[in-house]
Every structure is written in C-alpha cells, then in structure tokens.
C-alpha cells in the first residue's frame, strides 16, 4: 500500500511534468512564459529527490564516509544539479532530462497505485490464480519498457547539448562562468556511472573527430579539436567517486 511518503514523490513527479509542460509549451512556440513555470518544474524535481535521497542514505551522518556514499548516489547527483538548476538563470534544455524521468515515474506510478483503485483487475491466467492486472496496465507496462533505454540514450545525447549551450553561453555572457564548470564536473561523473553517457560521448567523439578530420575542412581545426581531446581525456581520467545506485528517482 502507498504510504504518505510514496504520495508526495509522486507529487513532485507530476509537479515537474505539468508545470516542464507548460515551459516547454511556451518556448517551442516563441511565446513569453514566467520563470515561475520552471522554478516550479525543478521544486518537483527536489521533492521527489529529496525523498529519494533521504530514504536510500538515511540520516546524514558527519563524516567522510557518508558523504562519498552520498556524493556517489546518482539521485544525489541529480539532486544537487537539481538545486544549482533551481537558483541559477533558466536554460531551457536543463529541464528536458527531469522531465524524462519524471514521465516514466508518473507512468509507474499510474500503472502500481492508480489504475488499481480504479479499474477492475483482468481475470486470473488459471483457475484460483491470483487476479491479473487490467490491460490498459499491462499495456503501459510495456510501453515503458520498450521504450526505456531509448529514452535514457536521448536525455544523455540531451546532457552533451545542454554541456554545449551552458558553454557557449558563457562565451557569450549568457550565463556565469560557474555553469559550465559545474556541469563539466557532473558529467565527468555520469562518464564512469552511466552506460547510456559513456555512448553517448564515444558517439559526439566519433562525430567531430570525422568532421574536423575531413578534407573541405582546414588541417589546423583537426590540429586544435585534438589538442582539446587530448586535454578532456586526461582531465576525465582523474579520480572520481566509485558509483552506487544506477537509476534515477
């Protein structure tokens, strides 16, 4: 049964869909849309984490060893960038990788706890069985897994772009400085915890070594990408936190 608790993550979950919904409504539409739309699509997103984080970690404890447990904890990750997000200029795209993980949890929650305490369950597969969930339900179930790793390989390629924009925002003055830093430092961490990020940046690696490399373009952009390679690689090959839980909440 769900408790109070599960409720109020649920809540941040739909809290972030309904209000991103609206953000993103307006912004593909070229139209003006109150900041308050996205403070509130990332206050979801902190209710949700926040008992995510607090539930798997437990009381913080004053020491180091709870701190890199916590530190390795992708929710925690999440959670933190979540709260940098929250009190920094918006940039739209920050938005999309939330969104995506909290549809997949509202669509979970829906099949486990609502559909239940509304629509009748199927009939068991055999006689005195236990009773088999409705069909709409099933059907959900297996939408969200056909479509789960798919969805996770876009918000990692999604995390490369919004590296992009917060990078050339800065140039520009767009955004602080503090942005892009930030963001680099947790997407060297999703590098050694995430599959679907290590994909996607052998891919963007692949793509612009062949364009820099390619005959229309001049040698000395190839020289200066692989200069830059060189110097990511080994900035990326520092210590990071040994990961923990490999999902996000």
């Given at each position: 049964?769900?408790?109070?608790?599960?409720?109020?993550?649920?809540?941040?979950?739909?809290?972030?869909?309904?209000?991103?919904?609206?953000?993103?409504?307006?912004?593909?539409?070229?139209?003006?849309?109150?900041?308050?739309?996205?403070?509130?699509?990332?206050?979801?997103?902190?209710?949700?984490?926040?008992?995510?984080?607090?539930?798997?970690?437990?009381?913080?404890?004053?020491?180091?060893?709870?701190?890199?447990?916590?530190?390795?904890?992708?929710?925690?990750?999440?959670?933190?960038?979540?709260?940098?997000?929250?009190?920094?200029r918006p940039v739209t795209f920050a938005l999309f990788p939330y969104f995506v993980f909290s549809l997949f949890h509202a669509l979970t929650f829906t099949r486990t706890t609502l559909m239940p305490q509304f629509l009748p369950p199927g009939p068991p597969l055999a006689a005195g069985?236990?009773?088999?969930?409705?069909?709409?339900?099933?059907?959900?179930?297996?939408?969200?897994?056909?479509?789960?790793?798919?969805?996770?390989?876009v918000v990692a390629i999604t995390e490369l772009v919004i590296f992009a924009r917060v990078l050339l925002g800065a140039l520009v003055l767009r955004n602080s400085?503090?942005?892009?830093?930030?963001?680099?430092?947790?997407?060297?961490?999703?590098?050694?915890?995430?599959?679907?990020?290590?994909?996607?940046?052998?891919?963007?690696?692949?793509?612009?070594?062949?364009?820099?490399?390619?005959?229309?373009?001049?040698?000395?952009?190839?020289?200066?990408?692989?200069?830059?390679?060189?110097?990511?690689?080994?900035?990326?090959?520092?210590?990071?936190?040994?990961?923990?839980?490999?999902?996000?909440?």
């Amino acid at each position: 049964m769900a408790t109070t608790q599960h409720y109020l993550w649920a809540g941040g979950h739909f809290l972030l869909l309904l209000s991103g919904f609206r953000y993103f409504l307006a912004w593909i539409m070229f139209k003006s849309v109150s900041s308050w739309w996205y403070k509130a699509s990332f206050l979801g997103a902190l209710m949700s984490y926040f008992i995510v984080c607090q539930k798997a970690l437990g009381t913080p404890q004053p020491n180091m060893a709870y701190v890199r447990k916590a530190l390795a904890d992708e929710n925690v990750q999440y959670f933190l960038l979540a709260i940098f997000w929250w009190t920094s200029r918006p940039v739209t795209f920050a938005l999309f990788p939330y969104f995506v993980f909290s549809l997949f949890h509202a669509l979970t929650f829906t099949r486990t706890t609502l559909m239940p305490q509304f629509l009748p369950p199927g009939p068991p597969l055999a006689a005195g069985g236990p009773p088999q969930p409705h069909p709409l339900a099933k059907k959900l179930h297996l939408w969200v897994k056909a479509n789960y790793d798919t969805a996770m390989r876009v918000v990692a390629i999604t995390e490369l772009v919004i590296f992009a924009r917060v990078l050339l925002g800065a140039l520009v003055l767009r955004n602080s400085l503090m942005m892009p830093l930030v963001y680099a430092n947790f997407l060297h961490q999703r590098y050694f915890h995430s599959q679907f990020t290590r994909d996607a940046i052998t891919l963007a690696d692949k793509r612009i070594t062949d364009l820099s490399s390619h005959p229309s373009i001049p040698p000395v952009v190839g020289q200066v990408w692989m200069r830059v390679r060189e110097l990511i690689v080994r900035w990326g090959g520092s210590a990071v936190i040994e990961p923990a839980a490999a999902r996000r909440d």
